[in-house]
Nanobody, 127 residues
Framework: VQLQASGGGSVQTGGSLRLSCVAP????????IAWFRQAPGKEREGVSC????????YYAEFAEGRFTISRNSAKNTVYLQMNGLTPEDTAIYYC?????????????????????WGRGTLVTVSS
């Protein structure tokens, strides 16, 4: 599964961005989709995840209340709406997928759990 993440850019503190994740030619219906991010000099960390069957969502503590993940099955796209961005959110954001029909997201903070990855999209937040 080839994933493509897009929607990154440069914004000022307090700004918003909406990231998109698609898999051209494939359906996401049986995949849990997660967003991870990696800031310079830091390890990749989980941001959010949405399950395939019940659309259950997970948010890392820093994302709770600011970020919203959603999926549009008709467009085969998963979105990450990010509001109230701060310089600490500056990172490359990756979407990742795991074929999963269980409830909820499987280990949404574990990069090892997700088999398929996109190249990432850069988010830069200036003060």
């Amino acid at each position: 599964v080839q994933l493509q993440a897009s929607g990154g850019g440069s914004v000022q503190t307090g700004g918003s961005l909406r990231l998109s994740c698609v898999a051209p030619g494939r359906t996401f219906d049986t995949y849990a989709i997660a967003w991870f991010r990696q800031a310079p000099g830091k390890e990749r960390e989980g941001v959010s995840c949405i399950s395939s069957t019940d659309h259950n969502t997970y948010y890392a503590e820093f994302a709770e209340g600011r970020f919203t993940i959603s999926r549009n099955s008709a467009k085969n796209t998963v979105y990450l709406q990010m509001n109230g961005l701060t310089p600490e959110d500056t990172a490359i954001y990756y979407c990742a997928a795991k074929e999963w029909l269980g409830s909820g997201c499987p280990s949404p903070e574990s990069t090892h759990m997700y088999k398929y990855w996109g190249r990432g999209t850069l988010v830069t937040v200036s003060s």
